[in-house]
């Protein structure tokens, strides 16, 4: 499992024009499934996210976690991550779940994420035309890889 992490001062995903998820401070995670991901995966990426210390505290240190700030997440499901570009210049997704495996890591992904920070994830839609706008805070943008924890 691959994410990107954003730390938003504001998010929204729209889908046809429409606007489906929208949150205020807090985390945009854009996740990328493999088929070898695992339910153990998930779990060590839900508490890795959640425990991250990436937002600031009163002396503008980043020593803060989004359950610290009791901040609001938004993640969706991003295949991309998983390209791979070493030859030509058409990525490969070889890597990447395909949708019948990919959906139910979703979707697991974002209950254990509801329940590690006992809030309501807001999400994209998996396999739509997604349009995301995003006040990246910092900037802050953080890569994680279950399967590359040096990262």
């Given at each position: 499992?691959?994410?990107?992490?954003?730390?938003?001062?504001?998010c929204f995903?729209?889908?046809?024009?429409?606007?489906?998820?929208?949150?205020?401070?807090?985390?945009?995670?854009?996740?990328?499934?493999?088929?070898?991901?695992?339910?153990?995966?998930?779990?060590?990426?839900?508490?890795?996210?959640?425990?991250?210390?990436?937002?600031?505290?009163?002396?503008?240190?980043?020593?803060?976690?989004?359950?610290?700030?009791?901040?609001?997440?938004?993640?969706?499901s991003q295949?991309?991550?998983?390209?791979?570009?070493?030859?030509?210049?058409?990525?490969?997704?070889?890597?990447?779940?395909?949708?019948?495996?990919?959906?139910?890591?979703?979707?697991?992904?974002?209950?254990?994420?509801?329940?590690?920070?006992?809030?309501?994830?807001?999400?994209?839609?998996?396999g739509a035309?997604?349009?995301?706008?995003?006040?990246?805070?910092?900037?802050?943008?953080?890569?994680?890889?279950?399967?590359?924890?040096?990262?």
């Amino acid at each position: 499992m691959r994410v990107i992490i954003q730390r938003v001062s504001g998010c929204f995903v729209s889908i046809e024009g429409e606007i489906k998820s929208n949150i205020g401070t807090g985390l945009l995670v854009l996740a990328g499934f493999e088929n070898e991901d695992s339910e153990e995966d998930l779990l060590w990426m839900s508490r890795k996210i959640n425990s991250l210390r990436i937002f600031n505290d009163d002396e503008g240190v980043m020593n803060l976690s989004i359950k610290d700030i009791d901040g609001e997440m938004l993640i969706v499901s991003q295949f991309t991550l998983h390209a791979k570009t070493k030859k030509g210049n058409r990525p490969s997704y070889i890597k990447a779940a395909k949708p019948e495996t990919a959906v139910p890591l979703y979707e697991k992904f974002i209950n254990i994420c509801e329940k590690e920070t006992g809030k309501e994830i807001q999400t994209g839609e998996f396999g739509a035309d997604m349009q995301i706008s995003l006040i990246n805070d910092g900037p802050v943008t953080i890569l994680i890889d279950s399967k590359n924890k040096d990262l």
